[in-house]
């Protein structure tokens, strides 16, 4: 199946500073999907990207999908205390199920 | 959103017993998913649960570990067989919504510890 690499693992930051995360894949994608899991939960899904380049915010989150379809960011700006827990971003490709890259697990010093 | 329920939310088991986890979803849904999660790791699918039809196992997960059943659209279960040390994890299920996506929506999980 295909891989989907996401980095970095691990991110601290203290509140208010910004956050990125990236995601990266061999091949080109049909959708790139973002996913956040606070600690004890369960994974909670934030968005779906589809066409080549699409950009796409939710507050302070911005979503991006590259020109080639094999790579996408998430940016926070200004982090809070409440965006703590662990960003993952899930691909699929034409013919082939969702995949989950291994997540970035971010960390807000207040 | 689908509202999806899991049973039981933790147990602690002994090594070589099994543990029936049960998905309840609120909304008829075709596909159901069974995800697992070791601490601090990402998602693996397990399987793929399909009303009417044998589940489809994906690479590393067999049916005599791993049984699951879709007696109807809304339930699902999943079997942890014979289990070991090595399963102690956290299994998800999950559904997709809408014909055009396959994005998910999981359940809260239940918690496996086995000592």
């Known amino acids: 199946g295909q891989q989907v690499m996401q980095i970095p693992q691990y991110q601290h930051v203290q509140e208010g500073e910004d956050f990125t995360t990236y995601c990266n894949s061999s091949?080109?994608?049909?959708?790139i999907q973002w996913y956040k899991q606070r600690p004890g939960g369960h994974p909670v899904f934030l968005i779906q990207?589809?066409?080549?380049?699409e950009v796409k915010k939710q507050k302070r989150l911005t979503f991006q999908f590259g020109e080639a379809k094999k790579n996408s960011s998430l940016h926070i700006t200004a982090t809070q205390t409440t965006d703590v827990g662990t960003y993952f971003c899930?691909?699929?490709?034409?013919?082939?199920?969702?995949?989950f890259g291994e997540g970035t697990q971010l960390t807000v010093n207040p | 959103s689908a509202v999806i329920s899991q049973k039981p939310s933790r147990d602690i088991c002994q090594r070589g017993t099994s543990l029936t986890i049960q998905c309840q979803v609120d909304?008829?849904?075709?596909?159901m998913f069974w995800y697992r999660q070791q601490p601090g790791q990402s998602l693996t699918l397990i399987a793929t649960?399909?009303?009417?039809?044998?589940?489809?196992?994906e690479s590393g997960f067999v049916i005599d570990k791993f049984p699951i059943s879709r007696p109807n659209l809304t339930f699902s279960t999943l079997t942890v067989s014979n289990m070991s040390p090595e399963d102690s994890s956290i299994y998800l299920c999950?559904?997709?919504?809408?014909?055009?996506?396959?994005?998910?929506?999981f359940g809260p999980g239940t918690r496996l510890t086995v000592l």
């Open positions: 909304s008829q849904v075709t596909m």
């Open positions: 990207l589809v066409k080549s380049g």
């Open positions: 091949t080109t994608l049909s959708n």
């Open positions: 649960a399909n009303q009417g039809s044998e589940a489809t196992y």
């Open positions: 899930a691909a699929s490709a034409s013919g082939s199920r969702l995949t």
């Open positions: 999950s559904v997709e919504e809408g014909l055009e996506t396959d994005t998910q929506y």
